[in-house]
Each structure stands twice: as C-alpha cells, then as structure tokens.
C-alpha cells in the first residue's frame, strides 16, 4: 500500500488479529441496538446510522489534504461482521468514497438476522426439555465430524464445503441404552431449527439461512450466539425498540410473515441487499467479501447469497470476477478463531488488487496455536474450495490446490 493511502477500519471486528489498524471508532448501531436513539423518531435513523461512516471518509480526505498537502491517491474500508455490512453499505450507496472494500461476514440483512435468531430461540424454549445444554453441543459437533469430517477426502477436524454434509441430529436420539449426552425430541427439533432457514408459514419464503454443519463450538457464545439460555439482549432490543415500539414485547409472540414485514419495513435502513454494485466497480472499485463455514452467529449461506445477487444483477460470475470475490473460510468461525485457518491479510489483497491489477486467485492462510502456525492452507475463490492433491502433510498449504469439484 502506497504512503498516501488511507485505511479506515469499521466498528464490527477487525478482518484478522494480525492486523494492525486504526482505533475502532464507537459503533452506532449499538445504540439501535439497545435502543438509545431512533426508538422515537425512526426517520432520523437514516442519518444517524449511515451518514456517519460516509461523513468519516470525507472528512479524512479533506483533512489528509490539510495536513499533507495532496488527498490520498486510494482509500480502502476494512471491516467484519456489523463492519461488514458498513463496508457493503459504502459500495451500494456512497460507490465514491473507497477504492477497496473488505466485507468479511456481514450482517446485511439485518431485519432477517434478528428473524432467523428468533426462528432459533422458539424453538429452543418451546417447552422444558427444548433447550441444549453446552455438553450437548459439543455432541453434536463430535457427530457432524464424525459424518462429514472425511468427505473432503482429508481428516482434519473441519468441514470444508458443508453444503455437502448431510447431517441429522436424531442420530443422537436418546434410548434406554444412550443417556448422558443423548438428544431429546424436542432438542433434535431445536437442534435441526438451528442448522434451518427461517421461513414465511403462510408464503414458504425462505427468511434467512441457517447455519452450517460443523458451526456447533460457536452456538453458545455470548452475547451473540444463537443457543442461549436467554435470545440475544442485541436482538431483543432491537426489536423492542426499533420494530414494535414496545419494551415489554415477548419475542415468543413474533410472527414470521407480518412481523417480518413490519421489520423490514421499520429496520430496513439497516439492511444492505442492493446488488446493484454498477457504480462502484464502474469507477474501478474492488470488493473482496470473505466469511467462515463455522460462523456460529450469521449464515455463511447468506454471503454466498449476496455474492450470487450481485453476480446476476451483474449480468452473471465472469463479468463481476474482476471486481468482487468471495472467499469462504473452513473452519473459521465468527470473523476469527474456530479450528479453522482465521489467520489471513485481506487488506493487502485488496490493496494489491486496486494498485497493481493483482487479482487474489487464492489467499494464504493460517491456524495458530500457542504462538505456533500449526496449520497453513490457501482460501480459494468461491465456488473454488481447496482440495488435497493426495500426498504430503495435510498441515502445508502446498499440498493443495483450489478447484471446483471433488
């Protein structure tokens, strides 16, 4: 990256522990979230949760230019998970502030998310046996590797494509013979809620995307998983606050066809859906999203999703190829850790990508453990996923290669 390039980082979570960034700036949205501003006078949410990132670009420029006495020749957005969505905010509504965009596991859909978490939440206390405890989770974790661990044609203890892991928690179902870490019916219902999408009961729509099989470890994590003996304080506030006006409302009452309706239609200034990314990549702009196949928090279906929009609004995969990637990451789970390989440099990539025309036909990446890279692997270019070439150690990212196809 050149002297006269700056960086701004989003308010979500770094891309990566290694990078060294700007201090985080105060997240706004959180104030959505816990209901502190825009429960009143919802029409000023648009300039209280998205003017501020635009305005912070801006004002840099114009500031880099005092100080120095020349703008800076790129500026680029780096960001994860609420940064995630900001970053795809700036390239779907304001295309001329960034040359560069990193967008690892938005939370773009954001009516959809609080949807689907509740979708999960339902049924989990739907009645006095529902709920899974931790011990149970990790059972079901040990059952998902045992099932699909292999199919990649490598045993490592993660699932690489899980789209292709066909999985059913009632292998775990209790009986006389199986107690302790054993399911229940209503846990297997509960179980199989959190690997399904939301959908509309009166339409079919599908809402949201569930998560993915081998995303278990990351089911309990506070104060954002989806598993919890309490629904996510975030979700619930932003409902209470932003959708119904309402701080006694009961998520257990929320209806999934006019209650999501009526999110969309009070919260959607949060969403960032528009695959119409025409501007931005007309002007030379670069987005490179990534996400982890283990997020225990938002669907890594959903960035493909979103990849897949832009790309048939686009005019289809070869024409936006040189402007958009999407980088899906085994293992990973939420923005970082998991057993996956959540040590990786996408700013230079993108970087490398707008001011030397480098097009990122893979990205090295790496576990760490006890200070120690245990673990290297190359993330491919969805739909391309790594593939051991059938010699070597499986711990060198040499012995792989990206392709599509077993």
């Avoid at 979570?13 to 501003?37: F, K, M, Y």
């Avoid at 120095?68 to 900001?86: D, E, F, L, V």
Wanted: charged share 20%.
């Amino acid at each position: 990256m050149r002297p006269d390039s700056f960086v701004t980082r989003s308010s979500g979570h770094v891309s990566s522990p290694a990078l060294q960034l700007p201090e985080q700036i105060p997240d706004t949205t959180a104030q959505l979230w816990t209901g502190r501003s825009c429960s009143d006078t919802r029409r000023s949410c648009w300039t209280l949760v998205i003017a501020p990132f635009t305005k912070m670009a801006v004002h840099a420029k114009v500031l880099i230019n005092a100080f120095y006495g020349r703008a800076p020749a790129h500026a680029y957005w780096n960001g994860c998970s609420t940064g995630g969505r900001q970053g795809l905010t700036e390239a779907q509504r304001f295309p001329d502030d960034f040359d560069g965009i990193v967008a690892g596991a938005p939370a773009n859909y954001m009516t959809r998310i609080e949807g689907q978490f509740l979708w999960v939440a339902q049924a989990l206390h739907k009645g006095p046996d529902s709920f899974i405890p931790l011990p149970k989770i990790k059972a079901i974790h040990d059952a998902v590797l045992r099932t699909c661990d292999a199919k990649d044609g490598v045993k490592d203890g993660i699932i690489d494509e899980p789209q292709r892991c066909s999985f059913d928690p009632k292998v775990l179902a209790c009986s006389t013979s199986n107690r302790g870490t054993c399911l229940s019916q209503s846990q297997i219902t509960a179980a199989r809620s959190v690997y399904s999408s939301s959908r509309n009961p009166r339409t079919n729509e599908v809402l949201y995307p569930g998560l993915a099989p081998g995303s278990e470890l990351g089911w309990s994590r506070e104060p954002v998983g989806q598993v919890l003996e309490q629904p996510s304080p975030l979700v619930i506030g932003f409902l209470k606050n932003i959708v119904f006006a309402d701080p006694s409302w009961d998520y257990r009452t929320f209806d999934f066809d006019k209650d999501t309706t009526l999110a969309d239609q009070r919260g959607g200034v949060l969403n960032a859906i528009d695959p119409n990314l025409g501007s931005f990549f007309a002007r030379g702009g670069k987005l490179l999203q990534y996400h982890g196949w283990a997020d225990g928090q938002l669907s890594p279906v959903n960035s493909i999703n979103y990849y897949n929009s832009v790309a048939k609004a686009m005019g289809g995969t070869n024409r936006i190829s040189d402007s958009c990637r999407l980088f899906m990451v085994p293992g990973m789970d939420h923005c970082r850790g998991g057993e996956g390989t959540d040590r990786f440099d996408m700013l230079s990539a993108v970087v490398d990508w707008v001011e030397r025309g480098t097009v990122p036909n893979q990205i090295s990446a790496s576990r760490v453990s006890d200070g120690k890279v245990n673990r290297t692997r190359p993330l491919c270019p969805y739909p391309q996923a790594a593939r051991y070439k059938g010699s070597g150690s499986i711990e060198d990212a040499g012995n792989f290669v990206c392709k599509i196809g077993p």
